[in-house]
T-cell receptor
Framework: DGGITQSPKYLFRKEGQNVTLSCEQN?????MYWYRQDPGQGLRLIYY???????QKGDIAEGYSVSREKKESFPLTVTSAQKNPTAFYLC?????????????????FGPGTRLTVT | KNEVEQSPQNLTAQEGEFITINCSYS?????LHWLQQHPGGGIVSLFM?????KKHGRLIATINIQEKHSSLHITASHPRDSAVYIC????????????WGAGTKLIIKP
């Protein structure tokens, strides 16, 4: 079945360590996204990628890095520079519109990774 | 002021009740999305609409572009409908980012 997988579901790290969250999709979608969700708040975009080997910063990119070496994969690294890394992280993917507007298509979400840094 | 506002923030109702969740936005949009987030955290897209009304099972979404308002209705609500419902606006002058509402937490009691 087609879908998006994120691993692990729960992740615990010590402060000062970098950690990489995995996101894989087999939907053949061009666009992929990383969101952060904090309690009581809406989703906030960290990074997005429209095509392989290209990605753009979202609203809260500081302290995060990504790569897009393969169409199927869009890993997110939470670096030690991220001041408040404890959060729920969601990966999503969508088709990419012919006019270059990705927002005309539904986004499909992975199950999320809950990261706790102490 | 947030560009996308949802109301109510929290809603508790009895099984069988008709549910309405509202979403107001302040920007021009090309589409409005409704999504459901399950208690475990997973998010699924329910509707994407740019005009009128869409229906899927017991769920109905409407949008009034002139009033910049959308509603999500659930008929004959059931405890399994308990979830957070999120609206997100797709702005016309998009830099490819959706504007997300904070969500409405719905609890349906048996």
């Amino acid at each position: 079945d087609g879908g998006i997988t994120q691993s692990p579901k729960y992740l615990f790290r010590k402060e000062g360590q970098n950690v990489t969250l995995s996101c894989e999709q087999n939907l053949n979608h061009d666009a992929m996204y990383w969101y952060r969700q904090d309690p009581g708040q809406g989703l906030r975009l960290i990074y997005y990628s429209q095509i392989v080997n290209d990605f753009q910063k979202g609203d809260i990119a500081e302290g995060y890095s990504v790569s897009r070496e393969k169409k199927e994969s869009f890993p997110l690294t939470v670096t030690s520079a991220q001041k408040n890394p404890t959060a729920f992280y969601l990966c999503a993917s969508s088709r990419w519109g012919l006019a270059g507007t990705i927002n005309s298509y539904e986004q499909y979400f992975g199950p999320g990774t809950r990261l706790t840094v102490t | 002021k947030n560009e996308v506002e949802q109301s109510p923030q929290n809603l508790t109702a009895q099984e069988g009740e008709f549910i309405t969740i509202n979403c107001s936005y302040s920007v021009g949009i090309s589409a409005l999305h409704w999504l459901q987030q399950h208690p475990g955290g997973g998010i699924v897209s329910l509707f994407m609409l740019s005009s009128g009304k869409k229906k899927h099972g017991r769920l109905i979404a409407t949008i009034n572009i002139q009033e910049k308002h959308s509603s999500l209705h659930i008929t004959a609500s059931h405890p399994r409908d308990s979830a957070v419902y999120i609206c997100a606006a797709d702005p016309m002058d998009s830099n490819y980012q959706l504007i997300w509402g904070a969500g409405t937490k719905l609890i349906i009691k048996p």
